[in-house]
């Protein structure tokens, strides 16, 4: 069975421009999440999506959105970056509730 | 909101000797997940506990979820050069499929 696959795997952008980044879940699982990891804050909760809908928010700003499809792949989005978004973005599906994550190999994002 | 405190921060050890990895809370826990990342890697499922006082084993590593499910721990015996790597705990609030908090984790560094 294939792995979460997350593109790219890495990513240069300006500030003030915006990005959107891709995850394909392991096939059967329709939950998806997206996680941030920095030196700095560790692992830190963005969103998480079940059947296309944004079942719980984590605390960034409005310019973190997301969405996720029909066929369970999702996409975040980053409008107006700023310096401070450059992170690793973690994204990981699951199966049901309160199943194991199984997370993909992340967008390595840098923002100059 | 609720989060965990996880101890130490860094650990460095001689190939061949046992590490421990604390991860402590103010409130009760419904369950704690462990999860291994490898430098340069991925956050990688190892371990969910829920029963109060539950101790799992896998191989050289011993989990225990703590009486009161206010603490756990993760025992490494004799560590090798593999086990280098951050080990985070982590715990899901309430029914949810992918929103875990995670703690700080530990940095593991063994030397040969």
């Known amino acids: 069975k294939a792995g979460v696959t997350q593109t790219p795997r890495y990513l240069i952008k300006t500030r003030g421009q915006q990005v959107t980044l891709s995850c394909s879940p392991i096939?059967?699982?329709?939950?998806v999440s997206w996680y941030q990891q920095t030196p700095g804050q560790g692992l830190q909760f963005l969103f998480e999506y079940f059947s296309e809908t944004q079942r719980n928010k984590g605390n960034f700003p409005g310019r973190f959105s997301g969405r996720q499809f029909s066929n369970s792949r999702s996409e975040m989005n980053v409008s107006t970056l700023e310096l401070g978004d450059s992170a690793l973005y973690l994204c990981a599906s699951s199966h049901g509730t309160n199943s194991p994550l199984h997370f993909g190999n992340g967008t390595r994002l840098t923002v100059t | 909101g609720q989060q965990v405190m996880q101890i130490p921060q860094y650990q460095h050890v001689q190939e061949g000797e046992d590490f421990t990895t604390y991860c402590n809370s103010s409130t009760t826990l419904s369950n704690i997940q462990w999860y291994k990342q490898r430098p340069g890697g991925h956050p990688v499922f190892l371990i969910q506990?829920?029963?109060?006082?539950e101790v799992k084993k896998q191989k050289r590593l011993t989990f225990q979820f703590g009486e009161a499910k206010k603490n756990s721990s993760l025992h490494i015996t004799a560590t090798q050069t593999t086990d280098v790597g951050t080990y985070f705990c982590a715990y899901a609030g309430g029914t949810s499929y992918g929103k875990l908090t995670f703690g700080q984790g530990t940095i593991l560094t063994v030397h040969p």
């Open positions: 096939s059967g699982h329709r939950s």
């Open positions: 506990l829920v029963k109060s006082g």
